[in-house]
């Protein structure tokens, strides 16, 4: 199994800020997911993060939006740059490690509100 | 393309009651995973369940079962014996490559009432 934990779990932010959101596992981990759940909608991947190299942005998101730094096996980190409240959003991070009835794991999640 | 669909934007059932949450999905990796997850109000995303594609027998988990129709492309979940607290958001998740790297499309969601 993993544990992931995230910071913070949530927070309300100004228009222009930036804020970076952290994701601990508690095992080491190749890759990590970042999604991003508008309200009232459904998961988006934002983009995949291996260590020890560049992460790998889906459609529609851009590094200079979302700089992502995966520093270890263990931690990753998401910034939301330049806000405005269209980022108002909860953010969660996943691992691609599996529990053993085939479970992949998320962390509870950071729920931005952007004013 | 849409690969993971579900048609049921809202579905209401009774305690003790059985109810289906239908999901449709497209794929055409031979090798995949399909999820189906619990959001409650809080955010958190909980695990349910999980099918692989190459798996012979639907999976159950407790009072969750899949009914994994892979002609049809279809992986229903059903509860049985609903309880007040399966209220919540569902969602059902599909990865299409060996569903080994986490990276994971989701359907919009059904929103699950269950009334006394």
């Known amino acids: 199994s993993a544990v992931i934990s995230q910071k913070p779990s949530r927070d309300i932010c100004q228009r222009g800020t930036s804020l970076t959101i952290q994701c601990q596992v508690d095992s080491q981990v190749t890759m990590m997911f970042w999604y991003r759940q508008q309200p009232g909608q459904s998961l988006t991947l934002i983009a995949t993060?291996?260590?020890?190299?560049?992460?790998?942005?889906e459609s529609g998101f851009v590094i200079d939006k979302f700089p992502i730094s995966r520093p270890n096996l263990t931690f990753s980190t998401l910034t939301v740059s330049n806000m405005s409240p269209e980022d108002s959003s909860i953010y969660l991070c996943s691992v691609e490690k599996r529990g053993a009835t085939g479970e992949l794991f998320f962390g509870e999640g950071s729920r931005l509100t952007v004013l | 393309a849409q690969k993971i669909t579900q048609t049921q934007p809202g579905m209401f059932v009774q305690e003790k009651e059985a109810v289906t949450l239908d999901c449709t999905y497209d794929?055409?990796?031979?090798?995949?995973?399909l999820f189906w997850y619990k959001q409650p109000s809080s955010g958190e995303m909980i695990f349910l369940i999980y099918q692989g594609s190459y798996d012979q027998q639907n999976a159950t988990e407790g009072r969750y079962s899949l009914n994994f129709q892979k002609a049809r492309k279809s992986a229903n979940l059903v509860i049985s014996a609903s309880q007040l607290g399966d209220s919540a958001m569902y969602f059902c998740a599909m990865g299409d490559r060996g569903s080994t790297l986490g990276r994971l499309y989701f359907g919009r969601g059904t929103q699950l009432t269950v009334w006394p």
């Open positions: 993060a291996n260590q020890g190299s560049e992460a790998t942005y």
């Open positions: 794929t055409s990796d031979p090798s995949y995973g």
